[in-house]
């Protein structure tokens, strides 16, 4: 057996074949500077290996989890699923402590039979009248427009949707192949990197903010957080993998946590 076991939440992610690979390697480098410390993860989440598919076409699915914190940051996780043909994701996403005035930074790199599905976003935590005028969406702006304009849209995403994603959300549909593999070389892997690094100097201007100011983004990331958790497209997923009592405590105790 090769199965590579995690004693914790900062061991490194390597998962051969794993599409996304270079995706979380980059984001690990770029966090280093922030001293890094390791997150509560049960062992259980850490690393899963399951057989899915049917009789005859068995297929060998890895899940792993890696997560972190800063010191301005509450949680910085990764889910990364390598199911071969079946299934490639990372699922990445930084939460904040509620003291700082900072967005999430979300990622969804997902691969399935039928195409890649790619969802980047700086997402707020409060989207309030103040929030529409704040400065990171003039700065991400010129970075989106940049990459957007030569990717398809991904379709509507629903209404329910829209308290919680940035004007600057960057999603599409791309085909599998060496037409998908080329815009994800070309244009998703620099947007990834230039979405963290505005992210990375936001974390580092941001400052403190009051008391009752970090109470409402706490209630703001608790909101979040229960939607995403109540609405997470990988359950069904997750479900077929690993079974559902594994894949409801991932999401609620793991992935969405607050
Ligand atoms: N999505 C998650 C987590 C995943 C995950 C924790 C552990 O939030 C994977 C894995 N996303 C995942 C999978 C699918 C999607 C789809 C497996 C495909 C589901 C399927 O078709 O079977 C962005 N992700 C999607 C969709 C959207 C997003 C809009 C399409 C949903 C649909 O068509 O029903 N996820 C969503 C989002 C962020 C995000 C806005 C933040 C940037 O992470």
Excluded at 23 to 44: I, M, N, R, S
Excluded at 115 to 121: K, Q, T, V
Excluded at 123 to 138: E, N, R, Y
Excluded at 204 to 228: F, H, N
Aim: proline share 9%; with cysteine; hydrophobic share 40%.
């Amino acid at each position: 057996m090769n199965f590579p076991v995690r004693t914790t939440s900062l061991d490194p992610v390597q998962l051969e074949g794993w599409r996304w690979q270079p995706f979380l390697d980059e984001a690990v480098d770029k966090l280093q500077p922030l001293g890094l410390e390791t997150y509560p993860v049960p062992l259980l989440f850490l690393s899963k290996e399951s057989i899915t598919g049917s009789a005859t076409r068995q297929q060998l699915v890895k899940t792993f989890t890696w997560a972190c914190r800063a010191s301005k940051l509450r949680q910085i996780r990764a889910a990364c699923i390598e199911a071969g043909k079946t299934a490639s994701v990372l699922n990445f996403v930084i939460c904040p402590e509620p003291s700082y005035n900072l967005p999430f930074f979300g990622a969804d790199l997902v691969t399935l039979p039928g195409g890649h599905l790619l969802a980047l976003d700086l997402q707020p935590a409060l989207k309030t009248k103040a929030w529409h005028t704040s400065p990171v969406w003039s700065r991400l702006m010129p970075i989106f427009e940049r990459w957007q304009v030569e990717l398809p849209t991904g379709g509507p995403v629903p209404d329910e949707a829209q308290p919680f994603f940035s004007p600057c959300f960057l999603w599409t549909r791309l085909p599998l192949g060496k037409q998908g593999d080329e815009l994800i070389s070309r244009l998703i892997q620099p947007a990834f990197s230039e979405y963290l690094s505005l992210y990375l100097s936001l974390v580092e201007e941001a400052t403190v903010v009051s008391p009752d100011r970090s109470k409402q983004l706490l209630l703001g990331q608790k909101l979040y957080y229960s939607y995403r958790a109540e609405k997470d497209p990988a359950r069904g997923m997750l479900s077929r993998f690993h079974g559902s009592e594994w894949t409801e405590s991932y999401i609620h105790e793991v992935l969405f946590d607050l």
